[in-house]
């Protein structure tokens, strides 16, 4: 009899199996198990409203609205952003089909290219750029809610600290929140999503009101042409597609969940190009307009909205908090609090993970990123934009060139066993990160080269994907097809596969 189980499209551990896993404390607690087939339940339709509401975000508004600063119009915008959503799609596609077949988080996932304790190094990476994106949009809400209580109370403004104590503020919110978990981050997001669809709606109308229509408001020309534009178009595609690097890698922590591998793919293509496209469309248009009617672009939305009455104030300040709160628990949570699970089973729970995760975001100093549009995508972007590219590319080898999509997903949470390599470490993947790492930083000392750091997500991805491929070839933790097979059952009731219901 074998470990595993393979019923359609995932594979879930014996009864057996998990029993004797579940003794592992040290590598196994309820947030990192593999998944039963009972919860491989999310329908296509979860996965497109996931994508929505994270794309309906101010992150992205910036993103696309500080192209029209940079100098684009709005349609060379509109073609970068959805350039750059393609082309990070392929990468966040191949690594969510280990999550759905395997059933397993992002940080168990990463034990099979790194090793059970080697894992720590891609998860916690992955850790602290998502705690510096819970601190750029926590300081986004706590402008809104600053922008709120300036205008409720006469003498706020007058406190030397307002601004810090409204960020301070919205920061406790979201990380109470956090600490509820991922069933609080779902019912959370079933709210925000069409709430934040519809303020984009009034928004972009708004726009087109006050600058004579769409025709006014679209009708800017570039201001960057020929060899500016590209040198501004290459790193702001690597920009957008920095942007879901992060997702790239831990996107098992969401398609562990999935039913079948063609509905979560089939929704994922469908839903997050296209939502980014059109969003981006509403922080274009009404970026332009704000130039038409202000006589500057204004890239921030929170500048934006103080222009407002006192009551519009208030009212969009409440949908920026919404929005801000959403994106932080659903997207930039999840990740690091599993991390730091990972470190300690034994001891670090969800809750404990999400107020680590709030405390290194203050570390990370959202204040500096945001104070001008360069830094949030040339140095945020693209710093760990060329920092995750190799973590990408190695996942990549490892599930589809190197192991081809078999594992033994019992030894993943067995101490001492086949994926714990040297010491719980395998140092081929760490040097085939350092080698990703080396192409990127090769661009950074040798300025005819710089387009090797410009674009240090491409380049990564292409240099650890590589390296790990040929390191791994005679690695003895690769398993045959009939290896695999020796391991795993089929479940099938008469001529068809049971899925969950």
């Known amino acids: 009899m074998g470990s595993q189980v393979a019923a359609g499209d995932v594979v879930v551990l014996s009864d057996a199996a998990q029993v004797q896993a579940s003794e592992n404390r040290s590598l196994w607690n309820d947030d990192l198990r593999p998944c039963t087939l009972a919860e491989h339940s999310w329908h296509s339709s979860k996965f497109a409203s996931l994508w929505v509401g994270m794309c309906i975000c101010l992150p992205t508004y910036s993103l696309a609205s500080g192209m029209i600063a940079l100098g684009m119009n709005w349609w060379e915008s509109v073609l970068t952003i959805f350039t ?8 966040i596609l191949l690594v969510s089909h280990a999550g759905t077949k395997f059933g397993i988080p992002y940080p168990v996932f990463a034990r099979l290219w790194f090793g059970t304790r080697g894992a720590h190094i891609p998860a ?45 503020l919205f920061w406790a919110i979201n990380v109470t929140i956090a600490m509820r978990g991922p069933q609080a981050i779902g019912k959370l997001a079933v709210v925000a999503a069409p709430t934040l669809a519809v303020g984009s709606l009034v928004l972009l109308g708004w726009a087109a009101v006050r600058a004579g229509g769409f025709g006014g408001m679209l009708s800017a020309p570039a201001q960057i042409h020929g060899a500016t534009f590209w040198r501004a178009f290459y790193p702001s595609v690597i920009g957008v597609i920095a942007f879901w690097a992060t997702l790239a890698l831990n996107i098992p922590d969401y398609t562990r969940y999935a039913r079948s591998q063609r509905g979560q793919m089939l929704a994922q293509a469908a839903s997050m190009p296209l939502s980014m496209a059109a969003f981006s469309f509403v922080g274009i248009a009404v970026t332009s307009a704000t130039v038409l009617v202000f006589g500057k672009a204004l890239w921030n939305p929170v500048e934006l909205i103080l222009r407002f009455p006192p009551v519009a104030v ?40 999400a107020v680590m995760t709030g405390i290194l975001s203050l570390a990370m100093q959202p204040w500096f990123v945001l104070a001008q549009f360069s830094n949030y995508i040339f140095v945020w972007l693209g710093t760990y934009g060329a920092l995750l590219g190799p973590l990408d590319g190695i996942a990549i080898a490892d599930y589809w060139l190197v192991r081809a999509r078999r594992l033994d997903l019992a030894q993943l949470y067995t101490p001492g066993g086949v994926y714990s390599y040297t010491g719980g470490v395998n140092v081929r993947a760490v040097y085939a990160l350092c080698i990703g790492w080396t192409i990127a930083l090769i661009g950074w000392f040798v300025p005819p080269l710089h387009f090797l750091w410009s674009g240090g997500w491409l380049f990564g991805l292409a240099g650890g994907l590589l390296a790990y491929w040929r390191l791994m070839k005679d690695q003895p933790s690769r398993m045959s097809a009939a290896q695999y097979e020796s391991i795993t059952d089929q ?8 899925l969950p219901r």
């Open 84 to 91: 750059g959503s393609c082309i990070v799609l392929f990468p």
């Open 491 to 498: 479940a099938v009731i008469g001529n068809r596969v049971p």
């Open 124 to 168: 916690l990476a992955r850790a602290v750029i998502a705690a510096g994106w819970f601190g750029i949009n926590a300081w986004f809400g706590g402008q809104a809610v600053d922008a709120i209580l300036g205008r409720v109370f006469g003498g706020w403004n007058a406190i030397a600290i307002h601004l810090l104590l409204a960020f301070m």
């Open 314 to 353: 208030i009212v969009a300040g409440l949908i920026v908090i919404l929005s801000s709160v959403t994106i932080n628990v659903g997207a930039n949570v999840m990740a690091p609090a599993r991390a730091f699970e990972n470190v300690w089973p034994r001891r670090i729970t969800f809750a404990v993970g």
